[in-house]
């Protein structure tokens, strides 16, 4: 008898005490596994997460957490071959599980590099400048974003077993939120393998990741206001999750991917000749193969120009009659079986439903030729190919979550447009164009209906990931129908896990309670140029008050003839005395900005690395010939770098003139060696 899937929780896997039901390898009809109802108990788990995983997480900075997807993701590619196996079994191809397998880890890896490059090596994120709130500078605000003292459950859905967990973890550990992880059924098994092979690791701060493997009943139970659920899975079990007492009253944030009849639109401008129309036929029939169809990005609803319905009808048939259904592992196959006997009947009787509006024009609901299997014993199913008729409504309501796509026409560009938004919102829509004006006026109509828009032409098509993948650095989600969620976007997913706080006090007390120096704080001058500090030594607010330098007008000639910048304010007296910005020859900004280097610059070798950036330069008032200037430097943000012997730091730059005006503002970036801690 196969094994009964273990959860794992509170640090130690359980077993059920019953045998479970069995849950069949799609292609065979083998039993892969056992599934018991019966699990751990749910509140002991939430309640772990909380005392003990969401304060391990917390305890570590952004860079820190980062680094540690980092080696998770490298841990789990060494047992590749054993997850491929286990997708085999779910029915999908080898091209079906680089998607969901390597799709997952390169969403880790995505995380981890934009929790490096793009957070602080610390636990707050400053979310935007300093609001000043009085004429003094003595009260300000600052908004930030802080770790939630609470867990993210997500519960998943069965077509994409790995990635579907992994792309909701990564965003959440980032963020220091512990998660417990619900997998669906059928295909929990791989799930259970790629758990198994991060626990045993080492890796995970302990209670940071659970696994509850059965029912769902309860889940939400024991949840509350600082806790966030994300749900993937048919919009029937979101409307139940949604009126959960603790969602409706308890604040529970729940973020939902539900059904989307996701369209792609020819543009009226492609004929039958050009590159365009290729594309557009080979990416609905990858639509409709990848997963056999079971992605909730895949394209329900092919858009055509009535004119060019027959010629995309043809040309669909003909490449869908080379599509070879089989077996997942056999490498002649190019479409696998669906994940189950039960989801194949669900998917027929959607194509049912869609043909009392749509003629079929290639495939079989009901028979289908296999290759490597037994069609009897497999959840095999042909590619199905639908015409609308004018006016229908089912396609625009009817989701057949499998290889099914409807052809629909339209007459003018704002009818492909309404016809788009009739999907009443969609996780991604896509235009395949090669007009411009087509473009903008497609995209901003369709936008508000959809999470992600991809426009494909010859240009972009070859480096093109395609209308149904969803990448970590743009957001996944989508309004109305598709459950109104959002996930991914890179750090936004990250900061969909936190608090935004508005933090009111003096600047003083912003710079302490953020780690950020802030405008108006204390400033330390003292006898040692922050230069010649390593990074052990530097403190937020340290300073350099330079010596005072007179831009002369050979300067300002000089500076012209070296650089080749012969702007009129800076050669023509007669010119720029005429401009009322500038009332004679002013300095170039960047001459400004080149001599307040010298001022504040320390020559000799030191910690202080290199220089490799400006951010923020203003050029507030224009700095005439004979005006002093002196710059003040103050070290504003430190940043040590986890897997390097150096850091970044951030200086604060204000230069000024003879009347105390600031005339520049900048952000100095530079490296500096760490030193000995």
């Known amino acids: 008898m196969s094994e009964v899937l273990e959860s794992y929780a509170q640090g130690s896997w359980f077993t059920p005490a019953d045998k479970g039901a069995?849950?069949?390898d799609a292609n065979t009809g083998e039993t892969v596994a056992r599934i018991s109802k019966n699990g751990p108990d749910v509140a002991e788990m939430i309640e772990y997460a909380r005392s003990v995983g969401g304060p391990a997480l917390r305890a570590l900075t952004f860079h820190q957490r980062a680094n540690l997807l980092k080696e998770v993701a490298k841990h789990l590619?060494?047992?590749?071959?054993?997850?491929?196996?286990?997708?085999?079994?779910?029915?999908?191809t080898k091209r079906d599980t680089m998607v969901d397998v390597d799709g997952g880890f390169g969403t880790l890896f995505s995380f981890s590099s934009k929790g490096r490059r793009e957070l602080p090596n610390s636990t707050v994120i400053l979310d935007g400048p300093l609001e000043p709130l009085s004429k003094g500078g003595t009260f300000v605000a600052q908004h930030v974003y802080t770790s939630r003292p609470g867990v993210a459950v997500q519960i998943n859905a069965f077509n994409f077993p790995v990635w579907g967990m992994l792309e909701k973890l990564a965003p959440a550990f980032l963020a220091g939120m512990p998660s417990i992880v619900k997998p669906a059924g059928q295909t929990a098994y791989l799930t259970v393998a790629v758990v198994k092979r991060m626990v045993e690791s080492g890796l995970l701060p302990e209670g940071s990741l659970q696994l509850l493997v059965g029912s769902h009943r309860g889940l939400l139970d024991d949840l509350g206001p600082q806790d966030i659920v994300g749900f993937t899975g048919s919009a029937a079990t979101g409307a139940i999750l949604r009126n959960h007492p603790n969602v409706v009253s308890g604040g529970v944030q729940l973020n939902v991917e539900a059904d989307s009849l996701n369209c792609s639109i020819l543009g009226p401008d492609v004929a039958v000749q050009d590159p365009e129309f290729d594309l557009y036929v080979k990416q609905i029939v990858t639509e409709m193969t990848v997963k056999a169809g079971q992605k909730c990005t895949a394209i329900r609803r092919i858009l055509v120009p009535t004119s060019m319905a027959e010629a995309v009808t043809e040309a669909l048939t003909e490449r869908l009659a080379k599509v070879t259904v089989g077996a997942a592992d056999n490498p002649d196959v190019r479409m696998g079986a669906l994940?189950?006997?039960d989801q194949r009947e669900e998917v027929r009787k959607a194509v049912k439903a869609l043909r009392t509006s749509s003629a079929l024009v290639f495939g079989d609901p009901?028979?289908?030729?296999?290759?490597?299997?037994?069609a009897e014993s497999g959840a095999f199913m042909s590619p199905i190919l639908l015409r609308a008729e004018p006016g229908a409504q089912e396609p625009h309501e009817v989701e057949a979550f499998g290889p099914v796509s409807t052809i629909i026409t339209y007459d003018t560009v704002d009818e492909a447009v309404e016809l788009a938004a009739r999907g009443q919102g969609s996780l991604v829509g896509s235009l395949v164009t090669n007009d411009e004006d087509v473009a903008r006026e497609v995209v901003l109509g369709v936008a508000p209906w959809h999470g992600r828009v991809l426009v494909l032409n010859r240009d972009d098509a070859k480096e093109s990931t395609g209308h149904g993948s969803p990448l970590p650095v743009l957001v996944h989600g989508g309004p109305g129908r598709a459950g109104g969620g959002e996930e991914l976007g890179g750090v936004r997913g990250v900061k969909h896990h936190m608090q935004r706080t508005a933090i009111q006090g003096s600047p003083d007390m912003l710079?302490?309670?953020t780690g950020h120096w802030t405008t108006g704080s204390r400033r330390s001058v003292g006898d040692v140029h922050p230069f010649r500090k390593?990074?052990?030594?530097?403190?937020?607010?340290?300073?350099i008050a330079s010596a005072e330098r007179t831009v002369t007008r050979a300067d300002i000639d000089h500076f012209a003839e070296f650089t080749g910048d012969t702007f009129y304010a800076h050669t023509d007296e007669e010119a720029a005395a005429a401009n009322p910005l500038f009332g004679g020859i002013v300095a170039h900004g960047y001459l400004v900005v080149s001599l307040a280097a010298g001022l504040f610059v320390d020559p000799d070798p030191g910690p202080v690395l290199a220089n490799f950036g400006v951010d923020n330069l203003r050029f507030l008032t224009p700095v005439k010939e004979d005006a002093v200037i002196k710059v003040t430097l103050t070290a504003k943000q430190i940043t040590p770098r986890t897997n390097a012997d150096y850091g970044e730091v951030r200086w604060d730059a204000v230069v000024t003139d003879q009347d105390?005006?600031?005339v520049a503002t900048y952000d100095v970036l530079t490296l500096v060696a760490k030193g000995q801690e």
């Open 339 to 341: 994940v189950s006997l």
């Open 660 to 662: 105390g005006e600031a």
């Open 366 to 374: 009901e028979e289908v030729e296999v290759t490597g299997a037994d």
């Open 22 to 24: 069995p849950l069949a």
């Open 77 to 92: 590619m060494e047992y590749k071959d054993e997850f491929y196996a286990l997708s085999y079994r779910t029915g999908a």
């Open 534 to 543: 390593d990074l052990s030594q530097l403190r937020i607010g340290d300073t």
């Open 511 to 513: 710079t302490a309670i």
